[in-house]
């Protein structure tokens, strides 16, 4: 199987590096591709985990000559949802007729679903990273600021704290743009009786959290209340409800049908949750589609949401861990409705 999904390779053997191709032979140890920047590094972090073969021209070439001395392996699988056809065209070439490909999907992320003990801990320090950088966020957020400014400090917090990386553009939006569920930061002025979203992540060890909190700026009206009370309430039942072994659409139904019972279904438009790992959006899937059972050991977010155009909208996403004997909540953050700045 040749492996070219880079957070797969990074699964596989521990290498961190932004080139590699990675070959698993059936019958032989796998051999990692790279090139000269990553030769110190790459044999620290990879240890017996693969071969390692610095290539000085292009890791397509040497792929090419590592599969023709693999004898007897006339198929060879490959990531279709992550194999571009310029590369595929490069690599098969005049040998395209050689091998029999065969197109495999999610192979890999599969494996990614279950984490293992060392894997939950980094995912934890990712979360409390996450939540002391938004305690102190909020401390220092104030009306008369942007969008903007807050993310700035908010990723300050973050990186001071220790965080590798922010693992996706940190959403903060305000007032009526607290209604688009995916907002990026913009210039936008926070002003007071509003409400201000963020959603946003850190990262250890490679591995992300995903945290949403939405507060109210200055003061709060009995409508924004009640809408923060009903998402609020469909978190924690979601939270405390879900199962391993549940179906993903059963998992999602408990916070929808909650959010539907209160005649908000309408607002809700988005899935409950997914996996997260050493990406921020992997398996298994919470929503209304998804039919596979969530696998035990798995990470998910719970993050329902109620949007009203034009108004504004409130999300609250917690990171649960999905132990044999019931769901874990990772995230501890307050779920009450906050007057800040
Ligand atoms: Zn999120
Ligand atoms: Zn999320």
Redesign the pocket.
């Known amino acids: 199987m040749l492996v070219t999904a880079l957070p797969n390779v990074r699964y596989l053997t521990g290498f961190t590096g932004s080139a590699a191709l990675l070959v698993v032979p059936a019958e032989a140890p796998p051999v990692l591709l790279t090139d000269f920047r990553y030769d110190v590094q790459v044999r620290d972090e990879v240890g017996e985990h693969a071969a390692v073969r610095i290539e000085p021209a292009s890791l397509w070439s040497g792929l090419r000559d590592v599969l023709l001395g693999l004898e007897g392996a006339p198929r060879i699988a490959f990531e279709s949802a992550h194999l571009l056809h310029v590369d595929f065209e490069r690599l098969a070439g005049d040998l395209a007729g050689r091998w029999h490909w065969r197109a495999t999907i999610g192979m890999v992320e599969a494996l990614r679903e279950r984490k293992d003990a060392e894997e939950l801990a980094c995912i934890r320090e990712a979360v409390r990273i996450a939540e002391a950088a938004l305690e102190r966020t909020l401390r220092e957020v104030r009306t008369g600021i942007t969008e903007l400014q807050v993310a700035g400090i908010l990723e300050h917090h973050l990186r001071d704290l220790g965080s590798e990386a922010t693992p996706f553009e940190t ?1 903060v939006a305000s007032g009526e743009r607290s209604a688009l569920p995916h907002a990026r930061a913009s210039h936008r002025v926070l002003q007071g009786g509003e409400f201000l979203l963020i ?3 850190a990262t250890h060890g490679g591995y992300c959290s ?3 909190r939405t507060v109210a700026l200055q003061s709060v009206n009995p409508e924004m209340q009640a809408i923060h009370d009903v998402v609020r309430e469909a978190t924690l039942s979601a939270s405390a409800g879900v199962r391993a072994g549940m179906r993903g659409r059963d998992a999602d139904g408990i916070a929808r049908g909650y959010i539907e019972g209160r005649g908000f279904g309408e607002l809700f438009g988005h899935s409950l949750g997914h996996g997260i790992g050493l990406e921020v959006h992997e398996g298994p899937r919470l929503a209304r589609t998804a039919d596979a059972p969530l696998p035990p050991g798995a990470v998910i ?1 719970i ?1 329902p949401g109620i949007y009203r155009p034009g108004w504004g909208g409130v999300r609250i ?1 917690d990171d649960v861990y999905l132990a044999d004997e019931g769901p874990l909540v990772l995230t501890s953050f307050p779920r009450e409705l906050l007057i800040v700045g």
């Open positions: 959403i959603d946003f992540g995903d945290i949403t977010t993050e996403e």
